[in-house]
Antibody, heavy 116, light 107 residues
Framework: EVQVVESGGGLVQPGGSLKLSCGVSGFTLSSSWMSWVRQAPGKGLEWVAIIKQDGSEKYYLDSVMGRFTISRDNARDSLYLQMNSLRVEDTAVYSC?????????WGKGTTVTVSS | EIVMTQSPATLSVSPGEGATLSCRASQSINSNLAWYQQKPGQALRLLIHGASTRATGIPGRFSGSGSGTEFTLTISSLQSDDFAVYYCQHYHNWPRTFGQGTKVEIK
């Protein structure tokens, strides 16, 4: 079965850091663009970042540029999102997805809460 | 940034009836449009890409149409499993953006 599973969410204070992970199975990670998308409580979907198969291209939402870093380890079948200088408005469910254009496999997400 | 606008926000439909959902882009995105279904607590499910191509395993009662700035998702003969929130999303450029969603509820 093709699936992606996120982990690493939690409660963090404003200004803090968190690293999310996404483990994949059922497909070859090195063959796919990968994405992180978030959904704040009661809000819409925001595409946070995408990364090309070999990591040579990365794109970020303006509001997270310079604070978040997307990376991947194809040998470990894993995608990551390092989040620094977290803000209250970063509170959301973060999901990883297989693909950078119209992802066809999505995880249920991991919850990040930024609060003092 | 391309703004995606969906209408209506909520659609009340009786099981067995059809539903038509609309999505408008703030500028032309050619056919670079996808539709997704979301149910509470579940992952997004890709329904349509390329504005009209059904994703693998998606039933034929789901169809998409449109190009440029105006798009439609049609669900013929709604089944109980189809009541959910539907999102459109463009992939014409970066940043990818989603519409705010249309909730299809039981009438």
């Amino acid at each position: 079965e093709v699936q992606v599973v996120e982990s690493g969410g939690g409660l963090v204070q404003p200004g803090g850091s968190l690293k999310l992970s996404c483990g994949v199975s059922g497909f070859t990670l090195s063959s796919s663009w990968m994405s992180w998308v978030r959904q704040a409580p009661g809000k819409g979907l925001e595409w946070v970042a995408i990364i090309k198969q070999d990591g040579s291209e990365k794109y970020y939402l303006d509001s997270v540029m310079g604070r978040f870093t997307i990376s991947r380890d194809n040998a470990r079948d894993s995608l990551y999102l390092q989040m620094n200088s977290l803000r209250v408005e970063d509170t959301a469910v973060y999901s990883c997805a297989k693909g950078g254009f119209y992802p066809d496999v999505w995880g249920k997400g991991t919850t990040v809460t930024v609060s003092s | 940034e391309i703004v995606m606008t969906q209408s209506p926000a909520t659609l009340s439909v009786s099981p067995g009836e059809g539903a038509t959902l609309s999505c408008r882009a703030s500028q032309s995105i050619n056919s670079n449009l996808a539709w997704y279904q979301q149910k509470p607590g579940q992952a997004l499910r890709l329904l349509i890409h390329g504005a009209s191509t059904r994703a693998t395993g998606i039933p034929g009662r789901f169809s998409g149409s449109g190009s440029g700035t105006e798009f439609t998702l049609t669900i013929s003969s709604l089944q109980s499993d189809d009541f959910a929130v539907y999102y459109c999303q463009h992939y014409h450029n970066w940043p990818r953006t989603f519409g705010q969603g249309t909730k299809v509820e039981i009438k």
